[in-house]
């Protein structure tokens, strides 16, 4: 068994396959621990899971997170339950952690390794690398949003012409900022919105989403672009203003999309961002990525057990990831539509404030349910 990537969903995949018995090589292309882009609020929907993995986040004093916060792009505050809610990790401790279990479970990690190609032939899967190929009888890509791959294959996200779903950018810091341990907040700006909430060691994780278009707008500076358009919320205004930051630049992400995607490719399984990207302001796509993972895992451990055949086992797996995630990622194209807007925004907060009903189920349907 072959892993491209090592985030949330290849780790997830390799410690469940390595404890079914297989033999796992995962190829990671950075070296751990390191940094990703990301919102850093994982739903509980995946709490227990990640505990049956085996790591103890009731003993990582992480803060829960019940409330969240919105804004519109002129400051204005609307407050919603979380019926479910999250906890706040960053990715640099989860993946970490993730990692070392998956090490003590003697997956093979190969790290500081970029996968160029992934080919079925003959019923294996040949996979070049920048440092050697290898073989396998099964593979999956967890690589995340975008990669040198997704080029390569030629996948019809990347075909798309740019447009308002597929060219994003994200931007994250981590700061020290006197914000409420069990919100997280979310405050609009014009064509985009930044989410704030803790996670470990009393730190926030800061991370926005906006378009290609208003980095080229403002010379391509992203502290010109904050000061142009984040600012212009006084909620963003007076967070960037007061916080301490942690790391000299932000970690920054181009061309995002949330375009659909297929769930394989080349009978490799696409699991995580590769296979779907929910839009950031749902606040799951961590969680959605491990439970792509434990359907994967489900299958893959019925094909190498030779219950079901290889077409099976890659049919299975794309209908049961799009009857539990495609209504999600749906859901969460439509609200990313009405942010980023100043009248449609204000709008479409008011109506979620006085429709206590419509909220809860918009807000439950993209927080999934306990696996």
Same mark, same amino acid.
Request: proline fraction near 2%.
């Given at each position: 068994?072959?892993?491209? @990537?090592?985030?949330?969903?290849?780790?997830?995949?390799?410690?469940?396959?390595?404890?079914?018995?297989?033999?796992?090589?995962?190829?990671?292309?950075?070296?751990?621990?390191? =940094?990703?882009?990301?919102?850093?609020?994982?739903?509980?929907?995946?709490?227990?899971?990640?505990? %049956?993995? @085996?790591?103890?986040?009731?003993?990582?004093?992480?803060?829960?997170?019940?409330?969240?916060?919105?804004?519109?792009?002129?400051?204005?505050?609307?407050?919603?339950?979380?019926?479910?809610? @999250?906890?706040?990790?960053?990715?640099?401790?989860?993946?970490?952690?993730?990692?070392?279990?998956?090490?003590?479970?003697?997956?093979?990690?190969?790290?500081?390794?970029?996968?160029?190609?992934?080919?079925?032939?003959?019923?294996?899967?040949?996979? =070049?690398?920048?440092?050697?190929?290898?073989?396998?009888?099964?593979?999956?890509?967890?690589? @995340?949003? %975008?990669?040198?791959? +997704?080029?390569?294959?030629? %996948?019809? $996200?990347?075909?798309?012409?740019?447009?308002?779903?597929?060219?994003? #950018?994200?931007?994250?810091?981590?700061?020290?900022?006197?914000?409420?341990?069990?919100?997280?907040?979310?405050?609009?700006?014009?064509?985009?919105?930044?989410?704030?909430?803790? #996670?470990? +060691?009393?730190?926030?994780?800061?991370?926005?989403?906006?378009?290609?278009?208003?980095?080229?707008?403002?010379?391509?500076?992203?502290?010109?672009?904050?000061?142009?358009?984040?600012?212009?919320?006084?909620?963003?205004?007076?967070?960037?203003?007061?916080?301490?930051?942690?790391?000299?630049?932000?970690?920054? #992400?181009?061309?995002?999309? $949330?375009?659909?995607?297929?769930?394989?490719?080349?009978?490799?399984?696409?699991?995580?961002?590769?296979?779907?990207?929910?839009?950031?302001?749902?606040?799951?796509?961590?969680?959605?990525?491990?439970?792509?993972?434990?359907?994967?895992?489900?299958?893959?451990?019925?094909?190498?057990?030779?219950?079901?055949?290889?077409?099976?086992?890659?049919?299975?797996?794309?209908?049961?990831?799009?009857?539990?995630?495609?209504?999600?990622?749906?859901?969460? %194209?439509?609200?990313?539509?009405?942010?980023?807007?100043?009248?449609?925004?204000?709008?479409?907060?008011?109506?979620?404030?006085?429709?206590?009903?419509?909220?809860?189920?918009?807000?439950?349907?993209?927080?999934?349910?306990?696996?």
């Amino acid at each position: 068994m072959v892993i491209a @990537g090592g985030g949330p969903a290849g780790l997830t995949l390799s410690i469940l396959c390595a404890d079914a018995g297989y033999q796992v090589l995962l190829i990671e292309k950075e070296q751990y621990p390191f =940094h990703k882009v990301c919102g850093e609020y994982v739903s509980m929907e995946s709490y227990d899971f990640i505990r %049956r993995l @085996g790591l103890p986040l009731h003993e990582m004093n992480l803060p829960v997170i019940n409330t969240l916060q919105l804004s519109d792009a002129k400051g204005r505050l609307y407050a919603f339950d979380l019926s479910l809610g @999250g906890f706040g990790i960053s990715r640099f401790t989860l993946d970490n952690a993730l990692y070392q279990i998956a090490k003590s479970k003697q997956v093979e990690l190969v790290a500081q390794t970029k996968v160029l190609d992934m080919i079925f032939e003959k019923d294996k899967f040949i996979i =070049h690398t920048t440092k050697e190929n290898y073989q396998a009888s099964v593979a999956a890509a967890a690589y @995340g949003k %975008r990669s040198n791959i +997704d080029v390569k294959w030629q %996948r019809e $996200f990347i075909l798309t012409k740019p447009a308002k779903l597929n060219n994003y #950018i994200g931007v994250k810091y981590h700061i020290r900022y006197a914000h409420p341990e069990n919100l997280i907040a979310l405050h609009n700006f014009k064509n985009g919105y930044c989410g704030i909430s803790k #996670i470990e +060691d009393e730190k926030c994780c800061l991370c926005y989403l906006t378009t290609a278009e208003n980095l080229q707008s403002n010379e391509n500076s992203i502290q010109q672009m904050e000061q142009q358009m984040l600012w212009k919320n006084p909620r963003l205004k007076e967070i960037f203003s007061n916080a301490e930051f942690l790391y000299k630049d932000p970690l920054v #992400i181009s061309q995002i999309s $949330f375009s659909q995607k297929s769930q394989s490719e080349n009978h490799i399984l696409m699991i995580g961002d590769a296979a779907g990207m929910i839009a950031p302001l749902c606040g799951n796509g961590m969680s959605m990525a491990m439970y792509a993972a434990k359907i994967a895992f489900e299958n893959i451990h019925l094909f190498l057990q030779k219950k079901i055949s290889a077409t099976q086992m890659e049919t299975k797996y794309k209908n049961e990831w799009r009857q539990l995630f495609q209504r999600r990622l749906f859901i969460g %194209r439509s609200v990313q539509r009405f942010f980023g807007n100043n009248i449609s925004t204000s709008l479409f907060l008011k109506l979620m404030k006085s429709n206590k009903w419509l909220a809860e189920k918009i807000i439950r349907s993209t927080h999934g349910t306990a696996f």
